[in-house]
């Protein structure tokens, strides 16, 4: 049975509403927006602001889908009761989106969806296979069996989703079923009237036609009428009236529902013998006949006498299991695939900084979940052995970080979590949340890195993640390098149609100034720069060539020996070890002696509150501090890359000092290098700049050197160790010997930790300091002067000041570092690249988006943003709107110009309707086209299914068309 299609979308107001895991996806792209928000991770924005784009436009495509779509539905009808009853839908039209269908039965749901993948480019005018969809509705009872039909249009990612208007509901009656091993029909018969007396059905003499019915043989068809009608009759013939069975519905013993099936199976066996019989029913008599008309007469009859009622056959839901309608969608094995191609990818970063065991865990779960894709006879873990994995590798991750809520161990147990989803999926909708953990495993990548690189690959895992959730929705292709090109394709179109609304929101969001709350994102510092140091604690790190921070400065690039880049000041000794002491101590007198220096530093995730300033640091960033050893600091560790701006000027720092702390500045631990304080005490006399003279005359005449490996030192007397046995050291050997010394002459000393020199980069003119460039040095006290910085690794290695580490190690006494490389020049050129990425793009925060917006003539604050925000995102929307607005437009070129003629006409093409057809119905409704339709339908057979070249049926299909739209243009007028 056919319904006709529904109306054109034309007639009503079409409306989209977001989906389930519309509103699931919207919620994912609020929680990465503020995390984005609180952790300040510019390209977070960005990728929320791209997933954003793509959840707006995907309701344009929803409604793009839903605009020309027109669904026919027909059901294969009959069936008997217990026999599912094939549903058959056809879409043409669509625009490449997603029909899903409901079929709602009395006491069961059916749904399904098709994948409408741009039809009109690819499907013939005649047919639509590509836009089919077959369901089956289960049957429980005989009785006439009414279908309601729910139509949506869906985008392909299935996050919003049109209402369509419904078909008429599809009657269709359920014959009873035959009862198995049912004894032999009665012998009683309804005496026949003799030769003349009339004729019944049978299959001797031609007696007629009449129009085709469901069930007829396709043989009684009278094909040659076909052909030239295009209706479809069927040939009727009969026999002579002679004897015939009789059943009756009391021959049947039981319920009315067993006296059905019984008296079912008689008419199937008397059929199977081409005999004649007659059914009687309480109130229906079916007259004695054979053949399939008479059988399908009888049936019908059993089928609508007293049918059961819905009250009798719902049967009751029991406690935990789904109601009719409600059970999940299985998971398609290809869908799986498709997802776990896609996780895989965005997984796979996390390999190089999650424990070893966490990658072959997630690599084993992840080769399971695809086995199982493949091969149906391999079932989901069981969920008891899922949840033992979850907890055993929270508690091994709790082991090795600590925590379970730091950066590291959070983003781990994520991507563990992530994997541990894939092993128990079995539904569509575990899909669905594979797809949004995915998108959230991306954006913590930006935790670890906010380069370009990183930005490419979490745009790349991104697109697959949409793409593999486009296979959720229809029935999934498999993985092919065809079909990943085709749908990774679209993805990318959407992408890029998402670009200028995703700049627009990166640019004019509003930054906050600060976090919505509090929460460390713990993870390896990776400085070295901590609030103490002890002999060998920078040797490592020495070795470390990352970069630490850049330095861009306004005006000249300070000289080598000014780039000493302060951070801890240690003052407290215990003979082993340099500590930070913390306690309220005024700030001492600061007289500056130079010009300010304007510099702004991108520091590099550290995990430590340092800000490495030039001395003496006078200004620093809102919410920065500046303690009374003039170290500058911030509450919240850097965890992620920051830009920050610090004003120095050279100055006399301290000549007003607090007593105490000169005081607590000359302890040393009791009965420790006694051999260092009787060396320290021979100077006690000398004047206290004589005395630091006299000090680094001693290293510079003792025979030390400058090394990376120096021999480990006993922890008892270890100063003494170091100045009178082994000699060589790394800068915080020397630094704190040094300090020894001045304290034991008498003198108030500390150790400064931070960072030395660094790499100019001509392109750009910045420094770029790495962690190897960490430096200690000293600051002693003097009377008059104050604080001065002593540094004597200087006069070991003066190359370390005024050349590099690397040229220090190799030749100390070296004015100017090594020649550069091409290497090295290629690093720089890529390091300055980089450079212009943090400054566009890591770093635009607040304080930027003023700044550029001030450059452009706009004030205001906040409130004018939001007012820009509105037109600027009408823009950037217009070329989504008109690529929603675009006719899906086929490629071949007689299909082309076809749907051209279909859309002049304004009336779209029936599914299984032949051009024509087609032209034939629109003849009749508009009569003065009818000879240019007939002309159009004609060129377009013999462009599409006549031998040789198409070009002269191209050329009359093409007139055709234009004089459709003519006569159209001027019936307007």
């Known amino acids: 049975m056919t319904r006709p299609d529904r109306p054109p979308a034309g007639t009503v107001t079409l409306r989209a509403w977001p989906t389930g895991f519309g509103a699931a996806f919207l919620a994912l792209i609020v929680l990465t927006l503020i995390g984005c928000v609180n952790y300040a991770l510019s390209l977070g924005y960005g990728l929320t602001f791209l997933l954003g784009g793509v959840w707006v436009l995907a309701a344009g495509q929803a409604l793009r889908a839903a605009r020309d779509l027109t669904v026919g539905v027909q059901a294969r009808g009959p069936v008997r009761a217990g ?57 429980a009872a005989r009785g006439p069996l009414e279908v ?82 295009g209706q479809l009759l069927t040939r009727e013939t009969d026999a002579t009236q002679g004897r015939a069975r009789r ?52 049936l019908n009859a059993l089928a609508l006498h007293d049918p059961p009622t819905l009250a009798s056959l719902a049967p009751p839901v029991r406690p935990g299991r789904h109601r009719p309608g409600t059970r999940p969608a299985p998971l398609p094995g290809e869908a799986l695939t498709w997802t776990l191609l896609a996780l895989a990818v965005t997984l796979a970063p996390g390999v190089l900084r999650q424990p070893w065991w966490l990658s072959l865990l997630i690599a084993a779960l992840l080769g399971h979940s695809l086995l199982r894709a493949r091969r149906d006879a391999i079932r989901p873990l069981p969920t008891w052995l899922l949840a033992l994995l979850a907890v055993a590798g929270g508690a091994a991750l709790n082991a090795t970080y600590g925590t379970l809520l730091g950066r590291d161990a959070g983003t781990a147990f994520l991507a563990m979590l992530a994997a541990l989803k894939t092993a128990e999926s079995h539904a569509r909708r575990d899909q669905a949340v594979l797809t949004l953990l995915g998108l959230f495993v991306t954006s913590t990548a930006f935790f670890f890195s906010e380069g370009p690189l990183t930005a490419l690959y979490a745009v790349l895992s991104a697109a697959l993640l949409l793409t593999a959730a486009t296979t959720r929705l229809g029935t999934p292709p498999p993985l092919t390098r065809a079909s990943l090109t085709g749908r990774l394709g679209r993805t990318v179109r959407v992408l890029t149609l998402s670009a200028p609304l995703t700049l627009a929101l990166f640019v004019l969001v509003p930054r906050p100034d600060g976090p919505l709350w509090q929460l460390p994102v713990q993870g390896q510092n990776l400085t070295g720069l901590g609030s103490e140091v002890s ?9 470390n060539p990352a970069v630490a921070f850049r330095a861009d400065f306004r005006g000249a690039v300070p000289a080598p020996d000014q780039r000493y880049w302060r951070g801890p000041v240690l003052e407290a000794f215990d003979g082993l070890k340099w500590q930070q002491v913390r306690g309220n101590v005024p700030t001492p007198s600061v007289e500056a002696t130079g010009a300010p220096l304007t510099y702004d530093l991108t520091l590099e995730p550290s995990g430590t509150p340092w800000l490495l300033a030039l001395e003496t640091v006078v200004r620093v960033p809102q919410g920065a501090f500046i303690t009374s050893g003039f170290q500058a600091f911030t509450p919240r560790p850097v965890a992620t890359r920051r830009r920050v701006t610090l004003v120095s000027q050279p100055a006399l720092v301290g000549r007003q000092e607090n007593g105490d702390r000169l005081r607590f500045d000359t302890l040393l631990p009791q009965g420790q290098n006694p051999r260092t304080l009787a060396l320290a005490q021979q100077w006690a006399g000398l004047p206290p700049a004589r005395r630091v003279q006299a000090a680094l005359d001693h290293l510079r005449s003792g025979g030390f050197t400058y090394t990376l490996n120096p021999p480990l030192l006993p922890e008892e007397n270890r100063t003494d160790a170091f100045l009178f046995g082994s000699r ?12 020894v010394l001045m304290r034991a002459a008498g003198l108030s000393a500390r150790v400064i930790t931070g960072y030395l020199g660094g790499e100019l980069n001509p392109d750009g003119n910045y420094l770029i300091v790495r962690q190897q460039d960490a430096h200690a040095w000293t600051e002693v006290w003097l009377p008059g002067q104050g604080w001065v910085r002593v540094d004597p690794t200087a006069v070991i290695a003066p190359a370390r000041v005024n050349a590099d580490l690397r040229t220090a190690l190799t030749q100390p006494a070296a004015s100017a570092a090594l020649p550069r490389t091409g290497l090295d020049r290629l690093r720089l050129r890529l390091d300055s690249w980089q450079n212009r990425w943090n400054a566009v793009v890591v770093e635009y925060d607040g304080e930027q988006q003023t700044a550029l917006l001030t450059r452009l003539g706009v004030t205001g604050g906040a409130q ?52 024509g057809t087609y032209a034939q119905r629109q003849a009749d409704a508009h009569p003065h086209l009818a000879d240019a339709l007939r002309g159009a339908a004609h060129a377009y057979q013999q462009a599409r299914y006549a031998p040789g070249p198409p070009d002269a049926a191209l050329r009359d299909l093409r007139a055709a068309v234009r004089q459709v739209r003519s006569l159209r243009h001027r019936a307007r007028r």
């Open 83 to 139: 026999t599912p009853l094939p549903v058959q839908v056809q879409a043409r039209g669509g625009r490449g989106g997603v029909l899903r269908v409901a079929l709602h039965a009395p006491l069961d749901v059916v749904s399904g969806s098709v994948t409408l993948e741009d039809a009109a480019g690819t499907l013939d005018a005649g047919t639509l296979d590509a836009g089919t969809l077959d369901l089956a509705v289960p049957t």
């Open 864 to 915: 004018t943003l939001w007012w820009l925000l509105l037109p600027a995102l009408a823009v950037t929307l217009l070329p989504a709107y008109a690529w929603t607005r675009r006719a899906a437009r086929p490629a071949d070129p007689a299909q082309r110009l076809w749907h051209d003629l279909t859309r002049t006409v304004g009336a779209p093409q029936h599914p299984g309707e032949t051009p």
């Open 535 to 543: 002999a060998g604690s920078f040797t490592n790190l020495a070795q």
């Open 247 to 298: 059943l009756d519905w009391q021959d049947a013993p039981g319920d009315p529902e067993a006296r059905a099936a019984r008296l079912t199976a008689w008419v199937d066996a008397l059929h199977a013998r081409a005999d004649s019989y007659a059914l009687h029913l309480p109130g229906e008599v079916v007259a004695p006949g054979s053949g399939e008309s008479q059988r399908q007469a009888a």
């Open 728 to 739: 060589q050291g790394f800068c915080e050997h020397y630094a704190s010997a040094f300090a």
């Open 148 to 229: 309601r039909v729910t139509l949506r249009a869906l985008d392909r990612l299935g996050l919003w989703q049109v209402r369509l208007p419904d078909p008429a509901p599809v009657t269709v009656l359920i014959h009873p079923r035959a009862e198995e091993g049912a004894p032999p029909p009665p012998t009683r018969s309804v005496p026949g009237s003799g030769e003349g007396a009339g004729r019944a059905p049978g299959d001797e003499e031609f007696a007629g036609l009449r129009p085709y019915q469901t069930g007829d043989s396709p043989r009684q068809v009278s094909w040659r009428h076909v052909a030239r009608t």
